[in-house]
């Protein structure tokens, strides 16, 4: 009994994993229809997994059930960027003022080694940036030491991360972004040096001036122009 249980729990956990992964990439765009047994197969599993995956990812926001056990992966708006943005800058710069006083030499290496690979993002460097971009985060929110905020920060990240992509494709996305490039290495200068109020106050001006933050007022001029619209043809 139990060891079926954990083959069970391993395979949902499996499919729970790729099915948020083509969710969070784009594979999967957002409010598009899930035909369950279709990717099942593409997936090469069973359905039973699957729908354990689809129940996981709807408890998140990120899959929209409905009564007749259809599922769609959920829609992008203005509001949800607002939110994530607004979390981000309330955690993170708190994340990275204690890295400032908690990091350890292995931390700082690991920042150093992040930095190094760092890239403009913009649509020219594409995936490739928004993934050192992470790595590099992730490195300085590590540096806490605190694994609640590390989880949630995580998680933050992983939702965010849809929006970012959005942003590529927005005219703000061919910007070369040298400031916002620049930063991440003052940051690592500040933490390394044991500043903690500098870096934190850093930190909140980048994500204050991110990507992410132009693409929540894009959505958001997108979401008044289409109701502003809806207004004038009524």
């Known amino acids: 009994m139990n060891t079926t249980t954990n ?10 994993s790729e099915l948020r992964q083509m969710i969070l990439s784009g594979a999967l765009a957002p409010g598009s229809r899930i035909s369950q047994y279709e990717l ?34 959920a829609s992008m708006s203005a509001a949800e ?90 005219p703000s996305g061919d910007e070369p972004r040298t400031i916002d490039l620049n930063q991440h290495h003052k940051i690592l200068e500040l933490i390394t040096a044991g500043d903690g109020p500098g870096a934190a106050e850093l930190a909140r001006t980048h994500i204050a001036n991110s990507l992410t933050a132009s693409v929540t007022g894009a959505l958001e001029e997108r979401e008044n122009n289409s109701i502003s619209g809806l207004e004038a043809s009524a």
């Open 81 to 170: 960027a607002r939110e994530l943005l607004e979390v981000r800058l309330s955690l993170e710069p708190s994340a990275t003022e204690l890295a400032a006083s908690r990091r350890t030499q292995a931390d700082i290496e690991a920042m150093r080694a992040a930095s190094e690979k760092l890239l403009p993002v913009t649509r020219v460097w594409g995936e490739d940036a928004i993934n050192a971009h992470r790595e590099f985060h992730r490195a300085v929110y590590a540096a806490s030491h605190n694994a609640t905020l590390i989880k949630l920060l995580d998680d933050l990240w992983d939702k965010s991360d849809r929006y970012r992509r959005i942003g590529l494709e927005l």
């Open 40 to 73: 099942a197969e593409n997936m090469r599993m069973s359905i039973t997994p699957l729908r354990e995956a689809i129940r996981r990812l709807s408890s998140e926001g990120l899959i929209i059930m409905d009564t007749h056990r259809d599922s769609r992966v």
């Open 7 to 16: 083959v069970f729990s391993s395979k949902g956990s499996l499919a729970y």
